[in-house]
Nanobody, 126 residues
Framework: QLQLVESGGGLVQSGGSLRLSCAAS????????IAWFRQAPGKEREGVVC????????KYADSVKGRVTISRDNAKNTVYLQMNSLKPEDTAVYYC???????????????????WGQGTQVTVSS
């Protein structure tokens, strides 16, 4: 079974940057669409960004457009989330998720993803 491990979270001041990593083991990621979701206390899990397994299709939530970038390095079996200009409202636990397929598209619906990491905390102070 595909296993995902997120890292890179932490405490950062407003306007700062973080790069999250999602490393896969057991299977290679190149056949999986990958998404980042986040969940703040008392709120529903929301999609942040996704990337197709081919890497040529991405979809960003309006709340993060222009501030985050998703990329994948299949040789390292890792997907990255570069987050810039962070705001306090970006504070949440960030999860990466994978779905087998999604060759030329991806969807920001958590129900469609079968594999999840344990999450990494991102806290943005004002």
């Amino acid at each position: 079974q595909l296993q995902l491990v997120e890292s890179g979270g932490g405490l950062v001041q407003s306007g700062g940057s973080l790069r999250l990593s999602c490393a896969a083991s057991v299977f290679t990621l190149d056949s999986y669409g990958i998404a980042w979701f986040r969940q703040a206390p008392g709120k529903e899990r929301e999609g942040v960004v996704c990337i197709s397994s081919s890497g040529d299709m991405t979809k960003y939530a309006d709340s993060v457009k222009g501030r985050v970038t998703i990329s994948r390095d299949n040789a390292k079996n890792t997907v990255y989330l570069q987050m810039n200009s962070l705001k306090p409202e970006d504070t949440a636990v960030y999860y990466c998720a994978a779905d087998l397929g999604m060759i030329s598209l991806c969807v920001l619906s958590p129900k469609l993803y079968d594999y999840w990491g344990q999450g990494t905390q991102v806290t943005v102070s004002s």
